[in-house]
């Protein structure tokens, strides 16, 4: 059984307790000052699923002294399935219970609730008492007379402690077989390394192997850079040499454009031969 919601309205000194969204796991304790409500928190448990007082009194002396009723409800799961317990009781005696699972109300009445948490849980009126006492006030002899010690285990959470030393001791004889095949293993490899051999001899040798690797790394760079320099310089002359033909090129366009001014000398010179003459022979007309 694992408790998720608990709460209750005026019950003993408390007007209002509310305990919601209790963790699901582990292991938690409830910490605080003599008469803070450390063990009231037991005796709410404790009257929720018995309908009793623990300490054999009256459920009336459970209400708040300033009040004449109590309501209290526990929400809780059992093998995976969720119930819901219901009480109420006033300073007349009368006492009302319900057992529910989701919807569905399983008992109602006190006597109907007890007899079907009963077979639900698995404890009888007197080793219901026993735990609630033993919690609020630590009497672990108890545990010895009580008549379900399997059912007391069950609901101080000693069986969920006993599973856990299972667990661990399986855990820990896993590991010690690991270990036991990783000790062979080692002392195999420890073999043969004995095997192999060391000596400083090797270790020298395997240093100096490395010292030729690294100068014949450096001797394919110098000849790859060997390799790449010639080419460089054939494209610089090749570039050179388109220079200079494009020079040659316009020089020889000059040449011919100087030679064909040459050959209209002098027919440029007849033509301006002329023109002076045809001026001369105007200008005598003028002055005949």
């Not at 054939?234 to 011919?256: F, P």
């Amino acid at each position: 059984m694992i408790i998720q919601d608990l709460q209750a309205n005026n019950f003993m000194r408390f007007h209002k307790v509310d305990l919601s969204h209790l963790p699901q796991k582990g292991t938690f304790c409830i910490q605080g000052d003599n008469e803070s409500g450390k063990s009231t928190i037991g005796i709410l448990i404790h009257f929720i699923l018995s309908g009793e007082c623990y300490k054999g009194g009256q459920a009336t002396d459970l209400i708040n002294w300033e009040k004449d009723q109590l309501k209290a409800q526990m929400l809780f799961t059992h093998n995976g399935v969720q119930y819901q317990i219901l009480r109420q009781v006033d300073r007349d005696g009368e006492h009302f219970a319900k057992l529910m699972k989701g919807d569905d109300i399983l008992a109602q009445g006190r006597k109907q609730v007890h007899a079907h948490l009963e077979g639900l849980l698995g404890y009888s009126q007197e080793t219901g008492d026993t735990p609630a006492y033993m919690i609020t006030h630590g009497v672990v002899q108890k545990l010895i007379l009580a008549n379900s010690s399997t059912q007391v285990e069950k609901t101080l959470g000693l069986d969920n402690i006993r599973s856990l030393i299972h667990h661990s001791q399986e855990n820990i004889s896993q590991l010690q077989e690991k270990l036991s095949v990783n000790g062979e293993q080692a002392q195999k490899l420890q073999g043969d390394v004995d095997n192999v051999g060391y000596s400083e001899e090797k270790e020298n040798g395997v240093n100096q192997r490395l010292k030729e690797l690294e100068e014949q790394k450096e001797k394919i760079k110098t000849d790859m850079k060997a390799l790449t320099e010639p080419e460089n310089i054939t494209q610089h002359n090749l570039n050179t040499v388109e220079q200079e033909l494009k020079l040659i090129h316009v020089k020889n366009n000059d040449e011919e454009q100087l030679n064909k001014l040459k050959n209209d000398i002098p027919s440029i010179i007849d033509r301006l031969s002329s023109m002076q003459t045809q001026d001369k022979s105007e200008e005598l007309k003028k002055q005949s």
